[in-house]
């Protein structure tokens, strides 16, 4: 029964490259997660999505990133032109659906260093 | 809006001695709460939640944490630490509402130091 997978575990970009970070969510979950964590400070959301849908971005910044679902394969956050501000651990969380009791199953994360 | 304060940023204690870790919370809406660990270099797991119901709330690991509307806190316990339970230990809420959203907002985490 495999959990939240995330890859690649580490990310090391130079500023300006992009950043393409992948979640599977866990077998039968429909539902997924981001969030962002800087060093020494704690999780921060910045999107939900279900398939194929954008449900809440509240926390998403403005430029440079997005982040999809498809029908078919992981989701992916994506970051373009990194700055070094941008290097933290990104951490994905998948849940079975929008029931209104809803635990959240998170991965190991990608831990983004930006040079 | 929501928020989450964890008044303690680092926790050093005795191995088998007992101990507690503060939160407190802020929401204009009713909430679930939620402690999640996370060890070096790992993703979070879920401790406990509280939903509904009673007020004291069991977890795994041997924790429990209580939740008091009063005071809006949501503090964590266990009787006697063991070394392994060093890690990071996170406060978090979410909306319980039909707002449907379920992002759940943290607090910066304490560091709990079980020394020998």
């Known amino acids: 029964n495999a959990g939240v997978m995330q890859n690649p575990r580490h990310l090391v970009r130079r500023r300006g490259q992009e950043a393409r970070l992948r979640c599977s969510p866990m077998?039968?979950?429909?539902?997924v997660y981001w969030y962002r964590q800087l060093p020494e400070e704690g999780l921060k959301f910045m999107v939900y999505?279900?398939?194929?849908?954008?449900?809440?971005e509240s926390g998403m910044p403005k430029e440079r990133f997005s982040a999809e679902f498809p029908k078919e394969g992981p989701s992916i956050l994506r970051i373009q032109q990194v700055v070094r501000g941008d290097s933290a651990a990104y951490f994905c969380?998948?849940?079975?659906?929008?029931?209104?009791?809803?635990?959240?199953?998170f991965g190991p994360g990608t831990r983004l260093t930006v040079l | 809006a929501q928020s989450v304060t964890q008044l303690d940023s680092q926790v050093p204690v005795f191995e088998e001695a007992p101990v507690e870790l503060r939160c407190n919370y802020s929401?204009?809406?009713?909430?679930?709460l939620f402690w999640y660990v996370q060890y070096p270099n790992q993703g979070l797991q879920l401790l406990l939640k509280y939903l509904s119901g009673s007020t004291l709330v069991k977890g795994i690991n041997g924790f429990e944490a209580e939740f008091n509307k009063s005071q809006t806190s949501f503090h964590l316990r266990k009787p006697s630490v063991h070394i392994s339970d060093t890690a990071e230990y996170f406060c978090?809420?979410?909306?319980?509402?039909?707002?449907?959203?379920?992002?759940?907002?943290f607090g910066s985490g304490t560091r709990l130091q079980v020394q020998p």
């Open positions: 077998k039968g979950h429909s539902h």
């Open positions: 969380a998948s849940s079975p659906g929008p029931q209104t009791v809803n635990e959240q199953f």
């Open positions: 929401s204009s809406v009713s909430v679930y």
């Open positions: 999505l279900q398939k194929e849908n954008i449900i809440d």
């Open positions: 978090a809420v979410s909306d319980s509402g039909l707002s449907g959203r379920r992002a759940l907002t």
